[in-house]
């Protein structure tokens, strides 16, 4: 290459990086960045020997990788967008003494192994173990969002309640404890998370649960959108004790359910949430409460008394999904229970059941399942395909009544995660 030529187009690129160098200098410390911290059980590498310590430590944006090893803690972050990813190997454990953490936040006690709170978080291939630790940690919890955006993806949570199938009686009433995953916004700010690929197992009563509540000074405001997308939910299977419900996803006190919660229930594989006879309620795949647009497709849930209690779903979809009853003779169960209106029940599948599709016709709670369109459903062993009617069975009238009806307590004990008061 001629000398002249590559000697002026080395200058005009020393140029340009002198140029750059002076534009970033200029910005000084306006520019930010966001810093990767580590924790380590032994502290190796200079890292954080716990994950609250890191999190204390680390500003908005920032993200903290988690090294193998079993970190005995609760973790709480509030006020702080960053992002947790483990490594193989890593176990986030209930400590023997959990905190009330959730009073802060909520108003109502609760002892999550994780809580967010006002912050937009990525939670991503941990290990939450709660040791079924709930005799000692009262309201035991795996992961809690309270008022925050955010991703939990691709973890495991496990071991949230007693070890067996336990409901508490506190002041002569039933308390539901020891769940999974909670997602709860209760204020103004729109929020929005993603619940995928996670696997949550032997909890005490509900494996995810999620629901909004309204401002009550502007109950016609939208405050929270979820998407619930290939989780694997298992219950403890057949028990004369609780009520286990794989998902919850609801609103409360809206105006009107098309400014309720919305999102999608999507690929999620739930089952064993079973009771038997001499317990009233029955277990539920998925039950969704006050809902405006929500699909509901391609899940697959199996062994459960009801598949899908959806109840006051206003132009839902639900397609492609498939229910698969008992493998032993419970009284009650049933596919889908459904009230509303202008539903879409699309190439369902329905197998060992009592009752395919139950439409609910002036129930005195949920009103009745109007202008329901029902094609290509598949029923197979199934006794019922179709039934119109208040409720077909005791069982199936208590979950109507009972289960979802709005309470003066914040948890299912609480009857079921209602909302605050």
Request: with cysteine; aromatic share 8%; net charge negative.
């Amino acid at each position: 290459m001629n000398y002249f030529i590559f000697s002026n187009s080395f200058k005009r690129g020393l140029q340009i990086a002198v140029i750059l160098l002076l534009c970033v200098a200029a910005l000084g410390n306006s520019v930010a960045y966001a810093a990767g911290l580590c924790v380590h059980p032994t502290g190796a590498g200079k890292c954080f020997t716990s994950i609250q310590a890191a999190v204390d430590a680390a500003h908005d944006g920032d993200w903290i990788a988690i090294r193998p090893g079993r970190y005995i803690e609760q973790v709480t972050i509030i006020g702080k967008d960053l992002t947790l990813i483990g490594r193989s190997g890593v176990v986030i454990q209930a400590p023997a003494g959990m905190q009330d953490t959730l009073s802060l936040v909520a108003g109502v006690e609760g002892r999550p192994i994780i809580l967010v709170s006002d912050a937009n978080v990525t939670l991503r291939d941990l290990t939450i173990d709660g040791v079924n630790s709930a005799e000692n940690n009262p309201f035991l919890e795996g992961v809690v969002f309270i008022n925050a955006d955010g991703v939990i993806r691709n973890n495991l949570v496990r071991n949230t309640g007693f070890g067996a199938p336990t409901l508490p009686i506190i002041n002569g009433e039933p308390s539901y404890q020891g769940e999974g995953m909670l997602v709860v916004n209760f204020m103004p700010t729109p929020r929005s998370v993603t619940i995928a690929e996670n696997r949550v197992m032997n909890y005490n009563s509900s494996g995810v649960t999620v629901f909004a509540q309204a401002d009550p000074n502007d109950p016609t405001h939208a405050n929270l959108t979820v998407h619930v997308v290939d989780n694997t939910v298992i219950g403890s299977g057949p028990n004369d004790v609780i009520a286990q419900w794989g998902i919850f996803f609801g609103g409360y006190d809206f105006a009107d359910p098309q400014f309720s919660i919305t999102g999608t229930l999507k690929g999620n594989r739930v089952r064993d949430q079973v009771t038997v006879a001499g317990y009233p309620i029955p277990g539920v795949g998925i039950a969704t409460f006050s809902t405006s647009n929500v699909a509901m497709t391609d899940n697959v849930i199996d062994n459960v008394n009801i598949g899908l209690a959806a109840h006051q779903a206003f132009s839902a979809r639900i397609q492609d999904n498939q229910f698969m009853g008992l493998g032993q003779a419970v009284s009650g169960s049933a596919g889908i229970l459904l009230s509303g209106s202008n539903a879409q029940v699309l190439e369902n599948r329905f197998k060992k059941l009592e009752t395919g599709i139950l439409l609910l016709v002036d129930d005195f709670a949920f009103g009745s399942a109007l202008n329901t369109a029902l094609d290509e459903n598949r029923f197979d062993n199934v006794a019922v395909d179709v039934l119109t009617s208040p409720g077909a069975s005791p069982s199936m009238a208590m979950a109507n009544t009972t289960s979802l009806q709005p309470s003066s307590a914040w948890q299912r004990n609480r009857l079921f995660h209602q909302p605050l008061k």
